[in-house]
């Protein structure tokens, strides 16, 4: 017999199962055993109905699984969303300080531990850490946003199919680095300009004593009524009032403003501006004189004839008139103070006539002397007067278009040709010739005559007066939270925020909440209830689904098992780590996925506070250092103390 030779640990992890050997359900083999035996019992037809319902409803309830799990998934929110702990949250606020602190060091130390404590279990390097480092201008999103492009090779903004735990963490992130003033920008956004309603007194009716002409019992005497009890008839609530109009958009122009990358440097302006507000260096360096620094008497001299070049020289010299030009011919110090000298005096040609004052002789030169200017006659304008109605004959939209497309200098620009010149006017140059200009074209690229003349035929051509232009607009009381959040974050994409380019960022239920808060007022004591009974109904769909991972198990056959000795210690050792390792990652897996299924049960009622999350992620832990396991290989399992828990950091 030749010797027996002990599997690797490769080998060993292909053979590895979770249960034993599969065995068929109950419909088979009942079924085949009728096959086998009916020469000896007939086949009974009600019996082979019965396993075909029980192999039916074996389906169905799957199938009914599967939809209650999709639905759970829909509205727990995005896929990459999960709700962070406030100790979570804790790390993403000094997130900014770590990343500055490190920046000076060149040591990732204190990112490295937040990543950990946020939860990432990824190993990065230190070359990807210090760049994203660099490239963030000690911005935290811009941080977590370059380092989500560095792992994964995609940008946040970008949809994937499916995302890891490490993802969600990193996602979820940008959404808490914004969360509080996303919602101060929404409120800006929804603000309502109203005046105050102007105050009316009211005239309190005064008590009088009755007029006894007819007798003090006879008198009418008007008693208010006072009412302790509601009236029957519930009022109608009313919603909140908006000033902002909701605009009718397309998914396809919705995307395109996610996938817009210029936010990313008006983020990095806002927090370049805000580090020199933050360092101003109020500190004013004083230079000690030269006496101080060397006791040479020409190095003192040297630098007292510096100081003295470094003063300017002001013009004392103002000429009388504003067309007069004088040439500096050069700069004498007289008494430390440096003086301009002035070599030529010009008179420029004005609008204006000279008045000759005749000529003078000084120093064998004849100077000519203007006693003033005599002003041009002006060009009268006539003018219509303010009774006139010559504008009514225009159309008001060609005079609005005029209005708002002259520029300052009272030309048209891009007329007719929408942001791309039809035609060349300006030629580079090559090695055949050099740069030139076809001047024929540019002369003719003010056409503004034709256009207001082909306006004019058109609407004395049409019979009905020209539409105004109008922007579409929907009323908000009839859309669903995710539509009226989508049309909000869109007109937000122009800001420096993060989240109004996050993929299905609509679909968030903290910001759906605010929105329905705003747009819609309180629930209804009948609406809760019926959402209450609803999460309920969640609640028990989430007791029927198993979270747990089962442990791999390795059959080793009595061969290897009669075999296996000391020396084989290694081989059981790694085999240990790995599956142990994969069945805690497995594990931890689930864990998240349940604390994402279970949290959307919690999104119809207040937005949960800090205690909250407290009480919350204690039972509902996400990340490594919270989670505590069963451990399957334990030999302490017994009995007595039910399950061995182990912590997993």
Known sequence: ???????????????????????????????????????????NEKVGAWLKFLKDLKYYLYCEAKRKEKRLKTEVGPSWYCELSSSQKEVLSNLKANIHQDLLEDLPTRIRKCLSNLGVTLKISKSVLIQAMNESVEDPGIFIWNLYSAIYKKLPNELRPEYDMNAMILMSSLVFIDLEECIQQLEKLTQVKTTPPPLVEIKQKKYSQPNVRYGEYL??????????????????RKSLPLSYKFRLRSEASYEKLCRDRTFLE??????????????VCNYKFWEPPSTLRNTDPKMAAYVNKLRMLKKKAKSKYKSPYENAQYQVGGVVFTGGIPQYLISNVALLPTGYIPINNGTVRIGGEYITILHGFWKFPKEVKEKCDETCNCLTKWEDIVMEYLKVSKCRCGHL????????????????????????????????????????????????????PTPESSTPTISATGLKEKDLLAALLADLSNTPLLIPHLPQANLLNNLQEWVRKRVKGKISPKEHKRLILQSQRRWLDLKHMDFRARAYRIPFTLKQLEHMNWSHRQLVQTLFDILLNNFITRNRIKQVEQTRLWWSTTKYDAYPSKPFLDIYFTYMSGRMKDTFLINPHSSELTPKHGAKTCSLH
């Open 266 to 279: 008006k983020r990095k302006e806002r927090n370049k501006k805000e580090k020199q507000a933050e360092r």
């Open 1 to 43: 017999m030749g010797k027996f030779q002990m599997p690797t640990v490769q080998q060993f992890l292909k053979k590895k199962t979770i249960y034993g050997p599969k065995k068929d359900p109950v419909w088979i083999y009942l079924e085949r055993e009728m096959q086998e035996n009916i020469n000896k019992k007939p086949y």
């Open 413 to 464: 620009y891009d007329l007719y040709n929408e942001g791309k010149a039809k035609e060349k006017y300006f030629h580079s140059s090559t090695r055949h010739g050099r740069f030139w200009i076809d001047n024929a074209k540019v002369y003719q690229m003010d056409p503004l005559d034709e256009f207001i003349k082909d306006t004019v035929k058109e609407a004395l051509m049409s019979v009905d």
């Open 219 to 236: 008198q009418h005497i008007y008693v208010p009524l006072y009412c302790k009890h509601p009236s029957g008839e519930k009022m109608k």
